[in-house]
């Protein structure tokens, strides 16, 4: 679906031509797409299906710039075009979700079974593709919250329209008079819709602006903890870092764990590849995150971590390394510890 919007709009541009405008206008519309992506991130939960649908918006932008009126702020426009491209790709989809959302957990003598589609499940995102680099630290902060994975699966419960309302309701603090404007509805409408959306993200337990974590100094020493008994495959260590009630999850399989004794039992049996592994920070879903790879050198996965209380609670591993390692910017290869996401752009 998201293949066929990116080449829509690369069609689109192509048919377009010398109506497309150029210097300034473009600029102004490339200053949204920060901000853009990160709310087509939390309509659709794929980062990929996100830039898709943004480049599809700036297209139609382009197209229609010498019509803009002006009536509305360029923004709100930006964001009616991009919200009707998300409600556009969502007609007959599925719901995406985590493993977690799908079953019970697994117990380690499970069989890993096959992947299953791309599709199913929520992706991570890189916080620079979504996130502000400067902006207020309270905003920040709810920003930050709000593409966490739980709370992106959470969002993918509601109806489309419903999760448009939401996110420009509670994240983006629109008005509902705004938001109506944007619907094409009635500021009633848009708060019934917004009191059934609560009342479902009540029922998940998750809310946008729960917590928020800074990476404080304790967090940051837990981070260099976890790294150091990982990379040394020392269970001693991970038993100390790791929360007893913890989670290892491994999309694209539907296999997932539930505690530190079943994720150490899984990393010394069918997790034994991962010894000798070398992970490089990055940033995702408003976390700390890992490229993971392996001792000879191969990527294996996109690690986002949760934690808690001072001690790890989840393991997110995205397995799909031939797009999600480019998307973070990281090398085909480890090549040592200098490398960074910045050393491979």
């Given at each position: 679906m998201g293949e066929a919007v990116a080449g829509d709009g690369v069609a689109a541009a192509e048919g377009a031509g010398r109506g497309v405008p150029q210097g300034e206008p473009v600029d102004r519309l490339e200053a949204h797409r920060t901000e853009l992506t990160g709310y087509c991130y939390r309509?659709?939960?794929?980062?990929?299906?996100?830039?898709?649908?943004?480049?599809?918006?700036?297209?139609?932008?382009?197209?229609?710039?010498?019509?803009?009126?002006?009536?509305?702020?360029?923004?709100s426009w930006l964001y009616r075009i991009a919200t009707n491209v998300c409600l556009d790709l969502l007609k007959g989809s599925r719901r995406r979700a985590r493993p977690m959302d799908l079953a019970s957990p697994s117990s380690v003598d499970s069989p890993i079974g096959t992947g299953l589609p791309e599709t199913t499940w929520i992706g991570p995102v890189p916080d620079q593709r979504v996130l502000a680099s400067a902006g207020d630290p309270a905003e920040t902060a709810v920003a930050r919250e709000s593409i966490r994975l739980a709370f992106i699966s959470a969002l993918q419960r509601l109806a489309p329209r419903q999760r448009a309302v939401l996110i420009l309701?509670?994240?983006?603090?629109?008005?509902?008079?705004?938001?109506?404007?944007?619907?094409?509805?009635?500021?009633?409408s848009v708060n019934s819709a917004l009191q059934r959306a609560r009342a479902t993200l009540a029922a998940s337990?998750?809310?946008?602006?729960?917590?928020?974590?800074?990476?404080?100094?304790?967090?940051?020493?837990?981070?260099?903890?976890?790294?150091?008994?990982?990379?040394?495959?020392?269970?001693?260590?991970?038993?100390a870092v790791l929360h007893e009630d913890s989670m290892l999850s491994m999309p694209p399989y539907a296999l997932w764990l539930r505690g530190r004794a079943d994720i150490l039992k899984w990393l010394l049996g069918p997790g034994?590849?991962?010894?000798?592994?070398?992970?490089?920070?990055?940033r995702a879903n408003g976390r700390a995150a890992f490229g993971q790879y392996r001792a000879d050198g191969t990527p294996w996965a996109i690690q986002v971590i949760e934690a808690a209380d001072g001690r790890v609670t989840a393991l997110q591993c995205f397995l799909d390394t031939e797009r999600l390692f480019p998307l973070f910017g990281l090398p085909a290869r480890y090549e040592g510890p200098g490398v960074s996401p910045a050393s491979a752009s």
């Open positions: 309509m659709l939960g794929s980062a990929f299906e996100a830039e898709d649908a943004v480049q599809e918006t700036m297209v139609r932008a382009w197209r229609s710039y010498d019509r803009f009126e002006g009536r509305a702020s360029l923004r309701r509670e994240v983006l603090s629109w008005s509902a008079s705004e938001v109506a404007e944007l619907l094409g509805s009635s500021v009633a337990g998750d809310h946008a602006a729960d917590a928020p974590q800074p990476l404080d100094d304790a967090q940051q020493a837990l981070l260099r903890r976890y790294v150091d008994a990982f990379e040394r495959f020392d269970m001693d260590a991970l038993t034994c590849g991962c010894e000798g592994s070398h992970l490089v920070p990055v």
